[in-house]
Structures are given as structure tokens and as C-alpha cells.
Nanobody, 119 residues
Framework: QVQLQESGPGLVKPSQTLSLTCTVS??????????WSWIRQPPGKGLEWIAA???????YYNPSHKSRATISRDTSKNQFTLQLSSVTPEDIAVYYC???????????WGQGTQVTVSS
């Protein structure tokens, strides 16, 4: 079964760029019709889809995050990354990476990683 594992700093200073990596194991990132996404959940709020990328490198962004988010992938390492620039305390959340067959269907998730924005 596919497994996803988030990794990143956990603590980011305001105005800096958050960089998170998702490592995929037990599966390949070369499959067709697979979307690799970053999703977050701020405290006390619902899930927010941020962005997705496919094996071909096609990218998709939530318009609410498009100006600051960049998603990329390295299929040779079975990894994809999220960079979120100019972070503020509004970006405090648990960040998840996920795999799905569409932009809105994600049966496979990582365990999540807490990101705190503080000076």
C-alpha cells in the first residue's frame, strides 16, 4: 500500500518561505490520472486544499493560495514538495500530503505535520 510521509521544519519565521517535502513509498509517482496534493487544516477550521501536481508536472492551484504556493516533484526520488512564501500566523496548520485520482478525491494521506509560524 502506498505510504506518504511529510517532512519539514515545523517552525517558520514570519515572512519566510515554508518548504515541505512528501516522500512516497510503496508506490510509484509515474501512474496516470494521479494527483499529488498538499492540504492543510488550521486549528478549529476545516480542510483547505492548496495545490496538486501530476507525474507529467502539470500543476493545479487553489486560487486562494496561487500567489504564494509552489508545488513541484522529483519522480526519481518519489517526492513532491510545497513551498509557501511570505508566511504569516494565518498559515499555522497541520499540513498533509495526499494522493488521489482527482483533485477532490484523496483516499491516501500522510500523517500530517504541524507547522507553526512564530518569531
Amino acid at each position: 500500500q502506498v505510504q506518504l510521509q511529510e517532512s519539514g521544519p515545523g517552525l517558520v519565521k514570519p515572512s519566510q518561505t515554508l518548504s515541505l517535502t512528501c516522500t512516497v513509498s510503496g508506490g510509484s509517482m509515474t501512474a496516470n490520472f494521479v494527483y499529488w496534493s498538499w492540504i492543510r487544516q488550521p486549528p478549529g477550521k476545516g480542510l483547505e486544499w492548496i495545490a496538486a501536481i501530476t507525474f507529467t508536472g502539470a500543476t493545479y492551484y487553489n486560487p486562494s493560495h496561487k500567489s504564494r504556493a509552489t508545488i513541484s516533484r522529483d519522480t526519481s526520488k518519489n517526492q513532491f514538495t510545497l513551498q509557501l512564501s511570505s508566511v504569516t500566523p494565518e498559515d499555522i496548520a497541520v499540513y498533509y500530503c495526499a494522493r488521489g485520482s482527482g483533485l477532490y478525491e484523496y483516499p491516501d494521506w500522510g500523517q500530517g505535520t504541524q507547522v507553526t509560524v512564530s518569531s
